[in-house]
């Protein structure tokens, strides 16, 4: 097909669904990432606790990318009819997918970017739907890698735009918040409530991106959308995830 995505399209669709149902998003996100918040105030320097912050930010950030893909698709089925402990609970047969993934997709564009910073880029903006492609079509974890590939190219540049766009906007949102803990006083409290507001605030905006590109491509390749009820789980993946490609 020729169409191509539409970066201002998607991101305002992105922030439609987000004051939608804002009501679910930010009370998930806000008790998802209290653990994270509490642990990341009181860690400190102390070595055992940044380790655990870390272990239990992913488990965090997968667990609420998986819900957001599942509210997405709720509404893209015309009908919001699961509730935030519905959504959380409909993570578990894919959450080990979505961290094995995470995992890989994370390392990869991390050493893409410490080395020449360009592949790590391409990493991020064809890997940007594998958590859709797992929640939805239950990929296995390097099959992920692979249909997320199929489906962002031709659409390289504007799915970047978007990718680009909901991280700066996180990241202004993060900022802000730090600044007025920084502001107003010192102490763990203030970085716990803080840190919470943040990432309830901000956490929304990338997971949605990723659920909306996901459908927006989809429609512009014309692929059926095939019913994840009626596919069986991924079994154990076999082989390395494909290179990002180049172009």
């Known amino acids: ?8 399209e998607t991101l305002n669709e992105v922030f439609s669904i987000y004051g939608a149902h804002a009501g679910v998003l930010l009370p998930a996100a806000f008790w998802i990432f209290l653990v994270v918040a509490i642990i990341n105030g009181v860690a400190g320097d102390d ?3 940044l380790l655990v912050s870390v272990i239990i930010s992913l488990l965090a950030g997968t667990l609420y990318q998986g819900m957001v ?3 997405v698709r709720d509404v893209e089925d015309g009908r ?13 047969p894919v959450l ?21 910073v360009v592949p790590g880029l391409v990493a991020l903006t064809f890997w940007a739907v594998i958590a859709p492609a797992i929640v939805i079509e239950r990929k296995g974890v390097f099959a992920s890698f692979g249909r997320s590939n199929q489906l962002v190219k031709g659409n390289g540049w504007p799915v970047f735009g978007v990718v680009l766009l909901a991280f700066v906007i996180s990241l202004i949102g993060a900022v802000v918040f730090g600044g007025i803990a920084e502001s107003i ?13 943040a990432s309830t605030v901000t956490a929304p905006i990338s997971a949605l991106a990723a659920a909306v590109l996901y459908y927006r491509l989809l429609a512009i390749q014309g ?12 079994g154990p993946p076999s082989g390395p995830p494909p290179a990002a490609p180049q172009g």
Request: hydrophobic share 55%; proline share 7%.
């Open 185 to 197: 006083a010192d102490g763990p409290l203030l970085r716990i409530v803080f840190g919470t507001l």
């Open 69 to 71: 893909v599942n509210l």
């Open 80 to 92: 919001r009819d699961l509730s935030v402990v519905e959504l959380i609970n409909s993570v578990g």
């Open 223 to 234: 692929s059926p959308m095939a019913d994840p009820t009626a596919m069986p789980d991924a």
């Open 96 to 116: 080990m997918p979505l961290i094995g993934a995470g995992v890989l997709a994370a390392l990869g564009i991390g050493i893409g970017l410490v080395a020449l």
């Open 47 to 49: 070595v055992g606790l």
């Open 1 to 8: 097909m020729n169409r191509k995505l539409s970066v201002g």
